[in-house]
Every structure is written in C-alpha cells, then in structure tokens.
C-alpha cells in the first residue's frame, strides 16, 4: 500500500470529525490510522524528527567551540563612491582567497568590516570584493517574510559578483582603509 500524501492528512486533520478524533489520540483516531497506512508514516516522521534534532545539538555544541579555531582578523573599514558621490547604502563584501568572508553595510558611503561578528574586521590576505546596492522600493508591499522589496541595482551589475567585479583588496596586519570607487559606465 502506497502511503498518503502529507497534504491528505492535513486536509483530514482541517476538514473532518476524524481529524478531530486523530488530534486528541482516541481509539478509533488509531484505527483511522493504520486502515490509512499512516501509521508507519508517522512513527517514522517521529524518528526523523529526533534524528534532526540531535543533528542540530551536535552542530550546536560544534560551533561552542568554533571561538576557540577562529582565524584573527584585523580591523577594516572605509569608503565607496560611485562616479566620486558617496553610495547611499549597499553592502560590501570581501572574499579571501582562502577563510572566512567579512562583510559590511555601506551608510551615506562608509563601511566597516565584521568577519564572525559586526566590525570585527577581515582575516588577513588578498580579497576579491564585491559591492551591491538595490533601490528600495517605497509603497510596495512587503516581499517574503516581511523582508522589504529592492528594485533595480543602484550600480552596474557586475560589481556584485566578485569574480568580475576586478576589485581586490590586499588585508594587512594593523588598521586597514580602503576606499572603493565604482563608475556607472559599463
């Protein structure tokens, strides 16, 4: 017997008096089950329930640790113009060529860098960099979970992919300023 499709047992859980037996776990709810085969089902959705749990406590015991294995970062920060005006807001990205990545809010054109917390700057060595920036758009419903709607880039494209964007930043030990200027021609 093929087992029931979730979305059938959702429906039987809203639209009938079943539903209703099965929720509070009476004999006939019980019967109702297994003449469904879905009792197998649900006792193995109950076992991977648990499997995903104990998988998200071993990953979050891992990462307690994870402070003690952090690569030291220095701090970086600085400026990004677009045709020599300061970009209103965005976000600016440094990839190592091996690590961790630092990113940074870019506010009336400045930015700082947080690797594993904000401002906490970027690991040492080169970076390739990407920038990007999108209209917000005003009067527009809320997207995704309440997540605000963007438009159009403010920028060209290609800068927010740092694999051709051609900025690359060298990190070096003590305070590291950068100012990025990115052009509207393409």
């Given at each position: 017997?093929?087992?029931?499709?979730?979305?059938?047992?959702?429906?039987?859980?809203?639209?009938?008096?079943?539903?209703?037996?099965?929720?509070?776990?009476?004999?006939?709810?019980?019967?109702?089950?297994?003449?469904?085969?879905?009792?197998?089902?649900?006792?193995?959705?109950?076992?991977?329930?648990?499997?995903?749990?104990?998988?998200?406590?071993?990953?979050?015991?891992?990462?307690?640790?994870?402070?003690?294995?952090?690569?030291?970062?220095?701090?970086?920060?600085?400026?990004?113009?677009?045709?020599?005006?300061?970009?209103?807001?965005?976000?600016?990205?440094?990839?190592?060529?091996?690590?961790?990545?630092?990113?940074?809010?870019?506010?009336?054109?400045?930015?700082?860098?947080?690797?594993?917390?904000?401002?906490?700057?970027?690991?040492?060595?080169?970076?390739?960099?990407?920038?990007?920036?999108?209209?917000?758009?005003?009067?527009?419903?809320?997207?995704?979970?309440?997540?605000?709607?963007?438009?159009?880039?403010?920028?060209?494209?290609?800068?927010?992919?740092?694999?051709?964007?051609?900025?690359?930043?060298?990190?070096?030990?003590g305070d590291n300023a950068f100012h990025i200027?990115?052009?509207?021609?393409?």
């Amino acid at each position: 017997m093929r087992p029931t499709p979730i979305r059938h047992v959702r429906h039987c859980f809203q639209a009938s008096s079943v539903g209703q037996r099965v929720a509070t776990g009476t004999a006939p709810a019980k019967q109702w089950l297994v003449d469904n085969g879905l009792s197998g089902a649900i006792r193995n959705a109950g076992w991977l329930l648990t499997l995903a749990a104990c998988g998200l406590a071993s990953l979050s015991h891992g990462c307690s640790r994870g402070a003690a294995t952090r690569v030291a970062t220095v701090p970086v920060h600085g400026t990004v113009t677009l045709d020599g005006k300061p970009l209103p807001y965005g976000q600016v990205v440094f990839q190592p060529l091996s690590g961790r990545v630092a990113k940074g809010v870019i506010k009336d054109g400045q930015f700082t860098l947080g690797t594993y917390k904000a401002a906490d700057g970027a690991v040492l060595g080169r970076h390739r960099v990407s920038v990007t920036a999108r209209k917000m758009l005003e009067g527009e419903e809320p997207g995704a979970l309440g997540m605000p709607r963007f438009g159009p880039s403010l920028i060209p494209e290609r800068y927010g992919d740092s694999a051709v964007s051609g900025l690359e930043f060298e990190v070096t030990s003590g305070d590291n300023a950068f100012h990025i200027e990115l052009s509207s021609r393409r």
